[in-house]
T-cell receptor
């Protein structure tokens, strides 16, 4: 079953605009991560935010985490055509050794229009 | 190159057949994870190995099995294949331990069952 649900499922914006994607999850977590997947390729790790953090930045990426609402958002600023991809959130729920698998959300398909 | 190697990249086979997918993790990573990605099911966790031992099992069918060898490479065996098994199969690796700091994904094996 999916732990995370991304919203929206699909998003199209003009190049240069900001893109915001949201993720909701169901259980307590150690951390939440965002990944990018270009069509048919492997996923690439973008950023990790721990459960005791509220906001994190990496380049043009900003991630927020609200554990009380069990939700996270990913903001991509000044979008570029190369940002066109699917974006997934993933949660690490395990606190026991060896139970550190990630559970992925359903993904947001982002299209940047040149 | 992510450092995780998956072979083959593409596989076309007939229903009822058996195939083996292979994964070499990134150097230094002890955990290997297998995921299935299909259009209607998203990214589904199949199974995890840590340093040769099975650690977690997800939605893996009884027709599927996996193992991790002493050199840490892993194989996913799919047997009695059905049309519905057509999907992208990803291997990912991580250092392993109590918390997951992020996966490194391979480029996947696209399996087509005809």
């Amino acid at each position: 079953s999916q732990q995370g649900e991304e919203d929206p499922q699909a998003l199209s914006i003009q190049e240069g605009e900001n893109a915001t994607m949201n993720c909701s999850y169901k259980t307590s977590i150690n951390n939440l991560q965002w990944y990018r997947q270009n069509s048919g390729r492997g996923l690439v790790h973008l950023i990790l935010i721990r459960s005791n953090e509220r906001e994190k930045h990496s380049g043009r990426l900003r991630v927020t985490l609200d554990t009380s609402k069990k939700s996270s958002s990913l903001l991509i600023t000044a979008s570029r055509a190369a940002d066109t991809a699917s974006y997934f959130c993933a949660t690490d729920r395990g606190s026991n050794f060896g139970n550190e698998k990630l559970t992925f959300g359903t993904g947001t398909r982002l299209t940047i229009i040149p | 190159d992510s450092g995780v190697t998956q072979t083959p990249k593409h596989l076309i086979t007939a229903t009822g057949q058996r195939v083996t997918l292979r994964c070499s993790p990134r150097s230094g990573d002890l955990s290997v994870y297998w995921y299935q990605q299909s259009l209607d099911q998203g990214l589904q966790f199949l199974i995890q190995y840590y340093n040769g031992e099975e650690r977690a099992k997800g939605n893996i069918l009884e027709r599927f099995s996996a193992q991790q060898f002493p050199d840490l490479h892993s194989e996913l065996n799919l047997s009695s294949l059905e049309l519905g098994d057509s999907a992208l199969y990803f291997c990912a690796s991580s250092v392993g331990g109590r918390e997951n700091y992020g996966y490194t994904f391979g480029s996947g094996t696209r399996l087509t069952v005809v």
